[in-house]
């Protein structure tokens, strides 16, 4: 298990004393609102359902057959003698839903937005069995060849069957394509999707599960954390709103979504602004007084902007050491990391993945792994077809989804910025700004990002498309940027590097992805020059900082809220600390907590807390 020194977490930005606490004992002590690109909060507030820019009838609801009769009627009241014929389809479906029923044919005019209304009409039915309308359906035209017209719109009503049709073995029925409500401009709903105990992938996959669809129809700002409760914006490209109202009423509480719009365009990754956070720490070690010291002190002065431990995965092979064996070319290496499990990894797939290590055996490997795991199997498949040696490697690795393979590469650029950051504070500290140091002025970045993203523009390899300033000393004697617009570069093949000593820095991890020889592989998927880079603040001055305290009695008491925690509370036995607090995008609660508190965020400290807390 890997430890903070191990990913170049090593120094502070203060020097308060250190206490301990439980940090997400449960996961209600954990929070997450995500905030888009203009600080609006996600939070659920209701299902109502919005309404289309066309069409704001669709989703009047419909109790009884007289109702749907009536409507009927009053739409083509031409043909109100089809009306008595409607009703005795319908009262039947209604006394048997089970019976097969004739389908009935009804009458109706030329206007298509009646029509169109009319087909719609049976998808807000709840008293009613599922029911398919199909537009002059010849096969089911009974209206006689006597007085029927050739010109005569007619639709047909009739109970939804099976994707076959009978009688005509293998032609599936044609269905009346539902309009979507956002008409051509706004193709997108945009909602709210509020979880509980679950990470962001298993989410959008038991979403377009349930609703077969793509996961590609679903995008997402960024991930949140699984052991939390977590509030975020969420878009499906033309996936009506009552078909995420039923997922809600199927899942809830553990997943839900409401606060529905139409919106013209989808959300893409890093289209949020940042997120707040509402922590609770139970069993604190130390007084009120030192603690809100501590708390006070970090809110004036910041904390080091690492990136957290769960950027760099929990199995046993690190993420950051799988993308450096990638950059070398060790595909041997990479790929048994990639193969190997984590801690997380359900019992019987660990073991089949282990054997598959340890005995290279592919076939019993695919026999045995659970087809959920589809990266691994992914890899298995691709040897098994072109055989289990070294020159087949790079393709089985390749084979795995961008995401995945980038992940890797993007930890190990994390891990190298984690430790030239360190290795920056000890030769200069962490409090002021030195000549040659790379800077980016925060309050300039919101704009732009929310400018760029108006204008739907192509991200560029710095942070939101803004090149960095070299420091000059005329800018450090002028006071003219602070240590809080300090940025240090993610390698890649378009940043620039500091012009000092930490410039350098950068040079003796750059030489570890080349070989002995130093050479550079052939496979450009895996090479640096694919990868920009791009740049990332070292300290964040959490202004908005508020904290609370509560006191409690027994060890998995429920919490209130931040804003619900009262003046005058009875517990005594324990103390908990509650902290309310928003962060940028990509930054990491978890190093603030550490700031706070000086404590390692790692699991196994975490778990010593919780197990000396129930003695």
């Known amino acids: 298990m890997q430890s903070e020194k191990n ?7 203060t020097s308060t004393h250190a206490f301990t606490g439980i940090l997400r004992r449960r996961f209600s002590d954990f929070r997450v609102t995500e905030l888009d690109l203009n600080g609006v909060a996600a939070v659920l507030t209701n299902q109502d359902l919005p309404k289309g820019q066309y069409h704001e009838d669709d989703n009047k609801t419909y109790n009884s057959v007289d109702a749907i009769v009536e409507e009927y009627k009053s739409m083509f009241p031409e043909y109100e003698s089809c009306g008595k014929d409607l009703q005795n389809f319908l009262e039947q479906l209604v006394e048997n839903p089970r019976k097969e029923c004739q389908p009935v044919v009804l009458k109706v005019t030329d206007d298509k937005d009646k029509r169109r209304k009319f087909h719609t009409m049976f998808r807000n039915c709840p008293f009613l069995p599922s029911i398919e309308t199909h537009a002059n359906h010849p096969k089911y035209d009974t209206t006689g060849n006597d007085d029927s017209n050739p010109d005569q719109h007619t639709i047909t009503v009739m109970k939804k069957r099976s994707n076959k049709a009978k009688g005509n073995p293998g032609k599936p029925i044609r269905r ?10 706004y193709k997108y709903v945009k909602c709210v999707m509020k979880k509980i105990n679950m990470d962001c992938a298993t989410a959008l996959n038991r979403i377009s599960r349930m609703l077969y669809i793509s996961p590609k129809v679903l995008s997402v700002a960024g991930s949140k954390d699984k052991r939390a409760i977590t509030s975020q914006w969420i878009t499906a490209y033309q996936v009506h709103p009552n078909r995420l109202v039923n997922v809600t009423k199927a899942l809830s509480p ?9 919106c013209a365009q989808t959300l893409g990754l890093g289209d949020l602004s940042g997120n707040v956070f509402e922590i609770v720490l139970r069993g604190i070690s130390s007084t009120e007084n030192h603690v809100s010291k501590a708390v006070l002190c970090t809110k004036a002065n910041g904390f080091i902007n690492y990136f957290g431990l769960q950027r760099f995965g929990t199995g046993e092979s690190p993420t950051h050491h799988t993308g450096q064996l990638l ?3 060790k595909w041997k290496e990479a790929l048994d990391c990639v193969m190997r499990p984590t801690s997380e990894t359900r019992s019987d797939a660990r073991e089949v993945l282990m054997s598959y290590i340890n005995t290279g055996d592919i076939d019993e490997a695919l026999k045995r792994l659970p087809r959920s795991f589809h990266a691994e199997r992914t890899v298995l498949e691709v040897l098994k077809k072109k055989g289990n040696t070294e020159e087949n490697y790079p393709e089985a690795l390749l084979a795995l989804p961008k995401a995945s393979r980038n992940l890797y590469i993007h930890a190990f650029q994390a891990y190298v910025w984690n430790s030239v950051l360190s290795e920056r504070i000890e030769l200069y500290g962490i409090d002021t700004l030195v000549e040659g140091d790379l800077v980016l002025p925060r309050d300039q970045i919101g704009e732009l990002k929310r400018k760029r993203k108006r204008e739907q523009d192509v991200a560029t390899p710095s942070v939101d498309g803004m090149e960095p300033i ?4 005329d800018d450090i004697d002028s006071g003219k940027y602070g240590i809080q617009d300090l940025v240090l570069p993610l390698p890649g093949s378009s940043v620039r590097y500091p012009q000092n000593l930490t410039g350098s820095l950068y040079e003796k991890y750059m030489a570890a992805v ?3 020889s130093g050479k550079v592989h052939d496979v450009k998927q895996f090479q640096f020059s694919e990868f920009p880079g791009t740049y990332r603040h070292a300290v964040y001055i959490p202004g908005d900082l508020e904290h609370k305290f509560y006191k409690y009695d027994s060890i998995d008491e429920d919490i209130p809220e931040f804003d619900e925690i009262p003046e005058e509370q009875t517990g005594s036995k324990f103390l908990a600390l509650s902290m309310r607090f928003s962060l940028p995008s990509s930054t990491y609660a978890t190093m603030l907590v550490r700031e706070v508190t000086k404590m390692p965020t790692d699991v196994e400290f975490s778990k010593s807390l919780e197990h000396m807390s129930i003695e």
């Open 176 to 185: 009346a394509r539902e309009p979507w409500p956002g008409g051509k401009q």
């Open 514 to 516: 080349n070989d002995e």
């Open 470 to 473: 070299v420091v000059a000393q």
């Open 327 to 329: 950059l070398q070319g």
């Open 254 to 262: 553990q997943l839900e979504f409401g606060n529905f719009e139409y």
């Open 7 to 13: 990913v170049g977490i090593c120094h502070y930005k």
